[in-house]
């Protein structure tokens, strides 16, 4: 199980729409085994503008078929968060949702559930919550990633922060950087700096402290 809070102020990935700019955090279990559950809370920044703004917790299978992920989409000018799978193999309905804004907390929950994935998301200030399930049980989810995901627009709405974050798998985990025993890998497109205090990540660019 991996515990930890992390906040984001510049991540980066390259992924799977060509136009997007991404910025990423990734983990994985120990070798050969796979995640059980993922939950924790995301911190809404503010949202300049509507545009493809998508900030996400997820989990991706072994096969790299998709992601199962909560989403925070900016594209109405007003935040909505919500669950689903992306993008085909299976072809699933999203999931529902609900607005949120600037410094709320929303807690996200994905637990693997008998026959089904089902997730659970709870806005902390009205105690409104959605609950979703999905029928992955036959993916086997070997990473856990922090994403945010820019089309058309740049990272004009500050930090983007996690915390609480709890990632389970079936068995101890006995390999690995940190002392929860989890391999982390951090894709770079520039310089960064990578910092550990008192459990809590901080990933910022140089320059933009």
């Keep these: 199980m991996l515990l930890v809070a992390l906040i984001f102020s510049f991540l980066a990935f390259a992924g799977h729409a060509s136009a997007a700019t991404w910025y990423f955090l990734r983990y994985y279990?120990?070798?050969?085994?796979?995640?059980?559950?993922?939950?924790?809370?995301?911190?809404?920044?503010?949202?300049?503008?509507?545009?493809?703004?998508?900030?996400?917790p997820g989990l991706q299978p072994t096969d790299n078929s998709g992601v199962y992920q909560n989403v925070l989409d900016g594209r109405s000018g007003t935040w909505w968060i919500g669950s689903g799978w992306c993008c085909s193999n299976p072809s699933l309905p999203w999931g529902s949702g609900f607005n949120t804004y600037a410094n709320e907390k929303v807690t996200?929950?994905?637990?693997?559930?008998?026959?089904?994935?089902?997730?659970?998301?709870?806005?902390?200030?009205?105690?409104?919550?959605?609950?979703?399930?999905?029928?992955?049980?036959?993916?086997?989810?070997?990473?856990?990633?922090?994403?945010?995901?820019?089309?058309?627009?740049?990272?004009?709405?500050?930090?983007?922060?996690?915390?609480?974050?709890?990632?389970?798998?079936?068995?101890?985990?006995?390999?690995?950087?940190?002392?929860y025993g989890h391999r982390f890998e951090l894709v770079q497109h520039e310089p960064r700096e990578l910092q550990q205090r008192n459990n809590i990540f901080y990933l910022w660019s140089q320059g933009k402290r």
């Design 29 to 56: 279990p120990a070798s050969g085994q796979q995640f059980t559950s993922f939950s924790g809370e995301m911190t809404i920044p503010a949202l300049p503008r509507a545009g493809v703004y998508y900030l996400w």
């Design 108 to 179: 996200f929950d994905n637990r693997l559930d008998g026959s089904s994935w089902k997730s659970t998301l709870t806005r902390q200030s009205s105690g409104e919550s959605v609950t979703d399930s999905f029928p992955l049980t036959d993916k086997s989810f070997n990473q856990a990633i922090f994403a945010i995901e820019l089309n058309s627009v740049s990272w004009d709405f500050g930090p983007l922060a996690f915390s609480n974050i709890v990632i389970k798998e079936p068995s101890p985990l006995i390999a690995g950087i940190d002392k």
